[in-house]
């Protein structure tokens, strides 16, 4: 992982994405996002929350585990997605997702882009000297990245964009293999 952060091109297929979209923008019922601390002038977007897409968690937990090799820590299973919906004007800027009481147990955030017909909503994160890292905007990209690097949505200036979000936990694994013997 360079930079501690990586792109995977096309993880979904533009099918996928159509399909996510269209099951779920309807389907879900979405609620204004909140961080936290609450509502937060930070962020404008709206979420739902999924719990199963498809075998596209078991997919997504198999890469990062190959990703992410810790010495005694293993990768956890994902929890729901967070589907995200940024109409014109609403934004999320600069923010970790690690952090305080409830975030504490952050490794890596995860972020599939839906759709890439709109404008502005650019995904920006920056490295760990805090340089902005270009990256490329497509439907089915797959954006991994330690979850403490700032990172924001600028504001959207035409269209809608869709996202999923997901965030991985560590948990530590005994080196040690148990037995039961008779």
């Not at 990245?145 to 809608?160: A, E």
Request: charged residues 25%; neutral net charge; contains cysteine.
């Amino acid at each position: 992982m360079n930079n501690h952060i990586e792109v995977i091109e096309n993880f979904l297929s533009k099918d996928e994405c159509e399909f996510i979209l269209f099951k779920y923008k309807n389907e879900l019922k979405l609620s204004f996002a909140q961080t936290s601390i609450g509502i937060d002038k930070n962020r404008k977007s709206s979420v739902g929350w999924i719990n199963e897409l498809n075998g596209i968690n078991e997919r997504l937990t198999d890469l990062l585990k190959t990703s992410y090799d810790i010495n005694g820590m293993e990768v956890t299973g994902l929890g729901p997605f967070q589907f995200t919906e940024y109409k014109v004007g609403e934004y999320f800027d600069w923010h970790t997702d690690r952090g305080g009481e409830i975030y504490r147990d952050r490794f890596v955030s995860t972020v599939i882009q839906l759709n890439d017909n709109y404008s502005g909503g650019i995904f920006e994160i920056k490295d760990i000297k805090n340089n902005l890292i270009p990256i490329k905007q497509n439907a089915g990209n797959l954006f991994m990245f330690d979850s403490g690097l700032k990172h924001r949505v600028t504001p959207v200036m035409g269209g809608i964009r869709y996202s999923l979000v997901n965030w991985v936990s560590l948990v530590k694994t005994d080196s040690k293999k148990n037995s039961l013997t008779r």
